[in-house]
């Protein structure tokens, strides 16, 4: 009697070592090895795929997919898709690499760059009592403008459409070049120290 079921299914070569590499880096990004793994498989992915395939190509169990889905779609790095005469939930990442860019970098300054912002700032509206809190307190305002000055760049850049993101990046040698002209025409920039 022939068998009806499925073959099982398989990862290809260079899907399984990017799956592999990703789960590796996500843990040193300071995710879950298993979220990362499950993210490059989606990210591979031709067609969304339901938490069972996802959990059979990875020879992960569901639970441990279920938890990593529901992490994923709060960082909204995937998304719920719905087949007719499917009640399964499918799953599939932005085609756009640069949205996707965008939404771990929203994610990571709501999470991680705010609430360093927001300590900042309360710490700048403190009354230094001592030489060593205002010291630590003009260590403090440094990083507080740098991380602002960064926090505007960035939304400027966010507004950008991503052809000229992308046309902006490979301008970096020659917006240097350009700032260092400036500051030899205008005589800004660091001084050197004159000898005596």
């Known amino acids: 009697m022939p068998s009806t079921s499925s073959p099982p299914l398989e990862l290809p070569p260079l899907n399984r070592q990017f799956v592999a590499h990703f789960g590796e880096m996500g843990s040193k990004w300071g995710i879950n090895r298993t979220v990362g793994q499950i993210y490059a498989l989606i990210f591979l ?6 938490a ?20 994923l779609q709060a960082w909204r790095l995937v998304r719920l898709r719905h087949q007719s005469g499917d009640r399964r939930e499918y799953f ?7 949205e996707i860019f965008r939404v771990l ?3 990571r300054r709501r999470r991680e760059i705010e609430p360093t912002l927001s300590m900042l700032r309360m710490a700048l509206l403190e009354e230094p009592t001592s030489d060593e809190e205002r010291h630590a307190q003009q ?5 507080h403008d740098l991380i602002d000055r960064l926090m505007k760049w960035f939304d400027d850049v966010q507004r950008l459409a991503p052809e000229t993101a992308m046309q902006l990046m490979g301008m970096g040698a020659t917006v240097t070049k350009v700032l260092g002209l400036k500051d030899r025409l205008t005589g800004g ?4 120290p ?3």
Do not use: H, T
């Open 139 to 143: 260590r403090m305002r440094e990083m």
């Open 45 to 50: 992915s031709e067609r969304a795929l339901n």
């Open 105 to 107: 970098a929203e994610e």
């Open 194 to 196: 004159v000898e005596k």
């Open 92 to 98: 599939e990442a932005p085609s756009d690499v640069w």
């Open 189 to 192: 920039g660091k001084r050197k």
């Open 52 to 71: 069972d395939e996802i959990s059979e190509l990875l020879a992960f169990s569901r639970s441990n997919v279920s938890m990593g889905l529901k992490e």
